[in-house]
């Protein structure tokens, strides 16, 4: 039995049972969901490894329920709708999808995208949790920012910021450059993996996120390029 557990979001019945079914022939884990306010209960009780998410929900819509789950986590989620604009697809990325299926979509093929993104979230964590260190601190003209990289821990001012895997990879990236220029597709391989083929607005999307929690990050857009995080010290080790 394969450990993984697949959530699909669907008010659909059909679509429920078709994914569920191409799902269980592989060996996954399923829970099947008709709106969103099932899913976040699910959320809460029994957390999957991934979402299979539609967007045109019964109250509480895709959009709006990917957007909680990314304050609380970097689980991947595949949207998938009828909606097949560009508009609608560079949203669903912004908001922190990883991908997006057009319906009528490909059973087999949705697995196999399932397939490839637990694949790459697991290649990512486990460079993650092979990476050694001591503390990573910088002190910024607006105060000190500090990783404890092998706890995935982050502090501003001495103070714990609650962060998630893809943020803390992005400060991480920042943190061992300062003032380095890095264009959005590298950013992209650093902090998705080099398999990722999604939006590079996903990059604008998670540095807007720690600009939120840590106000006076200074991370600054380096115009038709990316970004760098300015630094006035030097680094050093704890």
């Known amino acids: 039995m394969n450990?993984?557990?697949?959530?699909i979001v669907d008010d659909d019945p059909h679509i429920r049972e078709l994914v569920e079914a191409?799902?269980?022939?592989?060996?996954?884990?399923?829970?099947?969901?008709?709106?969103a306010e099932e899913a976040w209960e699910q959320w809460r009780t029994a957390p999957p490894d991934?979402?299979?998410?539609?967007?045109?929900?019964?109250?509480?819509?895709?959009?709006?329920?990917?957007?909680?789950?990314?304050r609380e986590a970097e689980v991947p989620i595949i949207m998938i709708s009828a909606r097949d604009t560009e508009v609608d697809k560079i949203l669903g990325l912004e908001l922190?999808?990883?991908d997006y299926m057009v319906k009528p979509f490909s059973p087999r093929e949705l697995v196999a995208?399932?397939?490839?993104?637990l694949q790459r979230t697991q290649k990512l964590k486990t460079l993650e949790d092979m990476k050694q260190?001591?503390?990573?601190?910088?002190?910024?003209?607006a105060g000190q920012l500090q990783l404890v990289q092998e706890e995935r821990r982050a502090f501003w001012c001495g103070d714990?910021?609650?962060?998630?895997?893809?943020?803390?990879?992005l400060l991480q990236a920042f943190a061992e450059r300062p003032n380095r220029a890095f264009a959005r597709d590298e950013l992209l391989t650093l902090v998705w993996g080099d398999d990722y083929f999604g939006s590079d607005r996903a990059?604008?999307?998670?540095?807007?996120?720690?600009?939120?929690?840590?106000?006076?990050?200074?991370?600054e857009a380096v115009w038709g390029h990316g970004y760098r995080l300015r630094m006035e010290a030097e680094v050093a080790g704890e």
């Open 50 to 70: 991934m979402w299979v998410l539609d967007i045109m929900l019964p109250g509480m819509d895709g959009y709006e329920f990917c957007r909680r789950i990314r």
């Open 22 to 35: 191409y799902l269980k022939k592989e060996q996954y884990r399923t829970a099947a969901l008709a709106s």
């Open 203 to 219: 990059v604008d999307h998670l540095v807007k996120r720690l600009r939120k929690k840590i106000e006076q990050l200074p991370v």
């Open 160 to 169: 714990e910021i609650d962060v998630t895997f893809k943020e803390f990879a």
């Open 133 to 141: 260190g001591e503390a990573l601190v910088l002190q910024l003209g």
């Open 3 to 7: 450990n993984y557990l697949i959530a």
């Open 96 to 98: 922190g999808s990883d």
């Open 113 to 117: 995208r399932i397939k490839r993104q």
